[in-house]
């Protein structure tokens, strides 16, 4: 089924500091795909390790543009994540951001909740409805999650430290702060792990709005890799583990803002 909601990942260190509201684009652009100022957007801090001063950097931030509720949702364990308060919240907002932290929580914390089913329904059936994530609650966005791991030696082990995400999107594998910490070699060995899923890596204070499960477009001030592991031709990762990595054809398109991409197709597309 396509989606009719939108995801919003975030490459991580988004600006939000809310003296400095002109720097503000990934934010306002987050409300922009709601309903602006009358947004009612629920933060959820589950995967941060000081969620009580995120929670109030984004409530700063998004009241300096405008939005009139934004809301926290202090949800540490999973049996937090079924309470009535939060549930019936998460059936009125018009949308959430998970904050960054360790993705890890965020899987521990929600699959197999209610909470998560009512996420995904919104999401699938309502336009308008918005989920978005930076740093880990991007990369937990994705089906299939990389699950920590240093860039080198998953390209010298050929292999990537993947787990199972929250499964907003089954199209694509996300990584974070993807130039800033040279995180290429761990996303190129997902995709050639899953050469049928886009690998799309994103810089810090960038972001993509993906809809239909299908468009991109890229927000901010850095840039995003796209990785196509369709037509690899040599791919030694699946069958001889242990061996230095091998790869033929991994196609790479690398994004700013303003430029679109099509998952299905792809291909870069015109505006």
């Known amino acids: 089924m396509i989606p009719k909601g939108r995801l919003i990942a975030v490459g991580g260190a988004e600006h939000r500091d809310h003296i400095e509201q002109d720097k503000l684009e990934v934010l306002r652009r987050i409300l922009q795909e709601m309903r602006g100022p009358d947004t009612v957007l629920e933060i959820i801090?589950?995967?941060?390790?000081?969620?009580?001063?995120?929670?109030?950097?984004?409530?700063?931030?998004?009241?300096?543009?405008?939005?009139?509720?934004?809301?926290?949702?202090?949800?540490?364990?999973?049996?937090?994540?079924?309470?009535?308060?939060?549930?019936?919240?998460?059936?009125?907002?018009?949308?959430?951001m998970f904050s960054?932290?360790?993705?890890?929580?965020?899987?521990?914390?929600?699959?197999?909740?209610?909470?998560?089913?009512?996420?995904?329904?919104?999401?699938?059936?309502?336009?308008?409805?918005?989920?978005?994530?930076?740093?880990?609650?991007?990369?937990?966005?994705?089906?299939s999650m990389i699950n920590g791991g240093a860039p080198a030696e998953a390209l010298m082990r050929g292999k990537a430290l993947m787990i199972e995400g929250l499964g907003f999107t089954n199209n694509s594998i996300i990584d974070s702060h993807f130039v800033n910490r040279g995180r290429f070699g761990r996303l190129m060995v997902a995709v050639a792990e899953h050469p049928q899923l886009t690998g799309i890596g994103i810089s810090e204070d960038t972001a993509v709005i993906i809809k239909e499960d299908r468009y991109l477009e890229i927000i901010g001030?850095?840039?995003?890799?796209?990785?196509?592991?369709?037509?690899?031709?040599?791919?030694?990762?699946?069958?001889?583990?242990?061996?230095?990595?091998?790869?033929?054809?991994?196609?790479?398109?690398?994004?700013?803002k303003g430029r679109h991409y099509d998952m299905q197709e792809r291909k870069v597309i015109s505006n």
């Open 45 to 96: 801090p589950t995967a941060s390790g000081i969620p009580k001063q995120i929670a109030r950097e984004y409530t700063d931030a998004f009241g300096t543009l405008g939005c009139k509720a934004t809301r926290i949702m202090n949800i540490r364990k999973q049996k937090d994540a079924q309470k009535k308060e939060f549930l019936d919240r998460l059936r009125s907002c018009d949308g959430i």
């Open 221 to 256: 001030t850095g840039l995003v890799v796209i990785m196509d592991g369709t037509e690899l031709r040599l791919n030694n990762i699946t069958n001889n583990k242990g061996e230095m990595v091998n790869l033929e054809r991994m196609i790479f398109h690398l994004l700013s």
């Open 100 to 143: 960054g932290g360790n993705q890890t929580l965020l899987s521990e914390t929600f699959l197999g909740t209610e909470f998560l089913d009512i996420l995904k329904s919104r999401y699938i059936n309502e336009p308008g409805f918005v989920i978005a994530g930076t740093s880990a609650g991007a990369m937990a966005q994705s089906g």
